[in-house]
């Protein structure tokens, strides 16, 4: 108990307060950023810890880890440009709002369900980390793979219109995560001769060509008619579209809660990540929505899905960190050379030998929430005076900025990329294949090939040896289940 | 042309692709690796025959068991033509930006992209076109020290 109280009274001091606010507002900006993220930010500020106390120093990283979880959300919402990979599936609901008047409204739906989600996986970290690590150092490699096979199955969920169209676009994005050098040979697959390409596609290249360069040039031959429009009409002033109401809030609670219990279950899971914890969060709440077909065309449901599931992988991404010295993504393998860097050794005896330091993470960690609303909730307004400049500024502003984004990713060849993704985005958008299923597939690829092939060898060929993992057995039950449901609802959209 | 026949033929082109992908690309360009236990080429197969086969649905689906409802196609040549020039624009300026550097290119791309749009003011043009590579440059290179081109 001294160790707790001395710990948050650590967490508590001026200066700490100070460094949490400025590495969430530092994370903020930098999430809006697209092709920068909160892992640019974090890699930046890494060695600048140095020089700071260890509770200050993992604050200020943890808050720009937080602060970049609602910073991705603005672009996504306001240009349908994700300002990080996570923050894709926000844009699918918080775009149409934008594109309604409402983006006050979609914005802050995404910061209170971002910080909800964010507060729940902390309270998590904090009441159950012990217990939940041993459970996840169980996840091996079929558990792994079992588990982005159910996440392969949402794609089935999200086809969009047609489910042949979907379907082609998702195999497409997987057969594109093979190019690269082979995972387990090294041999190079699709590569032709280009250096560049040894290390795959990059996902930057990708989620920017796609997503935000698809729509940029689609955006500028809409108004290529030489008005002086803006790309979104003008916020309403209709108090309503421009606030949550408390109602509006408590419709989306059990959203928010699904969803954040999903994100801390994939965070406390090393290696799955928050972009397939938000795919599977909105998902989820399509499926137990009463108007799915709202879904992708303004639900505020939508949004709060999304960014609760992906906020709350950054909490709990910390129980294997902290108990196992496993991180669980980028972010936190980033964070644990900044713990070396402060002679802490995170493993089993963490706990015990550091106790004091570690609530005080945990309070600096409740501050940071704090700070992620604070901040978030005065800065929505300045945000969102991006919707009054016209659309022939804008447009090729965001394209240079994405060229800026695709060269800070990958050079000078990644910009070649994301011009031809942005072409592959636009043909997608016309034709109707969903380019929401082609990113999964991309993102899900690699994942899936890589844990496939190393239960391959664990198994060595025999299939019984997935009877010895009750977990994984588990999860490809419920794969089966969802597979067998989509197939019954899907059957007459060929 | 109507969009169900685009359909039916993009249907195909997918399938035929597909099956040319899967004979004359993967084994040249993805070979298999007597160091891998899983083959290399397993995942890319599998995807291009998942392609191939959804193409040819597709295509029987759109050719002989829809309706023709008669509605235009979503993507005519006229679209292409005009992506062509936007893209043109982008890969002028990712030129310029590494002949010439970034914030020559980046103003190049900006108000080639606005008089694409037919911006009238001449003004907006240059002080758009000006201000938006150089803000970006002052952020990234001498703010952040990130290089750019």
Known sequence: ?????????????????????????????????????????????????????????????????????????????????????????????????????????????????????????????????????????????????????????????????????????????????????????????????????????????????????????????????????????????????????????????????????????????????????????????????????????????????????????????????????????????????????HGITPGPHLMEEQGQLIYGLFGAMIIGNICNFLIGNAGLRFFVMVTHVPANIIFPATGLLCLTGAFLAGGSFAMLLVTGFALLGYILRKLDFSFVTFIIGFVLGPMFELSFRQTVILADGELAYLLDRPIALSVLGLATVVVIKVLLTLKSRA | MTQRKLEAAIGLFLALLSAAFYWLVIPVYAPGSMFAETPPDLLPKACTVLIGALGGLMFLHRAFFEAEDGAAPAISLLDLRQMAVIVACFAAAILAMRLAGYIAGGAMLVAALMVYMRTRSLLRIAVTAGLTPLLLYGLFELLLGVPLP
Do not use: W
Request: hydrophobic letters at 55%; charged letters at 15%; glycine letters at 12%.
């Open chain 1, 1 to 341: 108990m001294d160790q707790i109280i001395a710990g948050f009274a650590d967490a508590l001091t001026i200066t700490n307060i100070v460094l949490v606010f400025a590495g969430v507002l530092l994370g903020q900006v930098f999430g809006a950023i697209p092709g920068l993220s909160a892992l640019t930010a974090i890699a930046i500020a890494v060695p600048l810890t140095y020089y700071l106390p260890p509770v200050g120093a993992l604050g200020f990283l943890v808050g720009i880890n937080k602060g970049g979880t609602v910073g991705g959300a603005v672009s996504a919402i306001l240009m349908n440009t994700p300002g990080s990979p996570e923050a894709a599936a926000t844009a699918f609901d918080g775009h149409p709002l934008a594109k309604q008047g409402k983006p006050l409204k979609a914005l802050k739906i995404a910061l209170y369900s971002s910080v909800s989600g964010d507060t729940f996986s902390d309270l998590v970290l904090i009441l159950v980390a012990a217990p939940l690590a041993a459970f996840a150092i169980r996840m091996g490699p079929p558990e792994i793979m079992s588990v982005v096979i159910l996440a392969l199955t949402v794609i089935a969920g999200l086809v969009g219109l047609s489910m042949l169209k979907g379907l082609i676009a998702a195999a497409f994005g997987m057969l594109l995560s093979t190019v690269g050098l082979d995972p387990e040979a090294a041999s190079d697959r699709f590569v032709f001769g280009i250096a560049e390409l040894m290390d795959g596609i990059p996902i930057a290249a990708v989620g920017i060509g796609v997503l935000a360069m698809g729509e940029v040039l689609h955006q500028i031959k809409l108004h290529s008619r030489g008005t002086d429009d803006t790309h979104l009409p003008l916020a309403s002033k209709n108090r309503a579209d421009r606030r949550i109401s408390l109602a509006e809030f408590r419709s989306c609670i059990r959203t928010i809660l699904r969803s954040a219990a999903i994100g801390t279950g994939i965070g406390a899971i090393p290696g799955i990540g928050s972009s397939a914890a938000a795919f599977i969060g909105y998902e989820a709440a399509k499926r137990a929505s009463d108007k799915p077909e709202s879904f992708g065309k303004g639900n505020i449901e939508g949004v709060a899905a999304v960014e609760a599931a992906n906020s709350a992988v950054v909490g709990s991404n910390f129980i294997p960190l902290l108990a196992l010295g496993i991180p669980g993504n980028v972010a936190a393998a980033l964070i644990l050379g900044a713990f070396v860097v």
